[in-house]
Nanobody
């Protein structure tokens, strides 16, 4: 089984930065595709960024160049560096893991197998 725990959320001023972390447990963690999703009122769940087992990264167009996803397999950790924050970046951010066997686009949240409880990000 895989468990995910997010941290690093909180409040930030517009133009500021936050770094989200996701601690994962599971002996096959390094082979999973990992992603960050967010939910904002009225918008539903959208994929923000993802990184596969080989280090390939994928981003929502609106955050490309603004956010950076990375992973440290030795520490079973996933990160999302969020710079130049905007008020529209506010929302609940979730860490998710997808088994290598699962197909479909990276941003399709229904294909992810494990989810954290989320960490709130508020930009004002």
């Amino acid at each position: 089984d895989v468990q995910l725990v997010e941290s690093g959320g909180g409040s930030a001023q517009a133009g500021g930065s936050l770094r989200l972390s996701c601690a994962a447990s599971g002996y096959t963690y390094s082979s999973y595709c990992m992603g960050w999703f967010r939910e904002a009122p009225g918008k539903g769940r959208e994929g923000v960024a993802a990184i596969d087992r080989y280090g390939n990264t994928f981003y929502l167009e609106s955050v490309e160049g603004q956010f950076t996803i990375s992973r440290d397999n030795a520490e079973n950790s996933l990160y999302l560096q969020m710079d130049s924050l905007k008020t529209e970046d506010s929302g609940m951010y979730y860490c998710a893991a997808r088994r290598p066997a699962n197909g479909g686009p990276w941003s399709l949240w229904t294909r992810y197998d494990y989810w954290g409880q989320g960490t709130q990000v508020t930009v004002s």
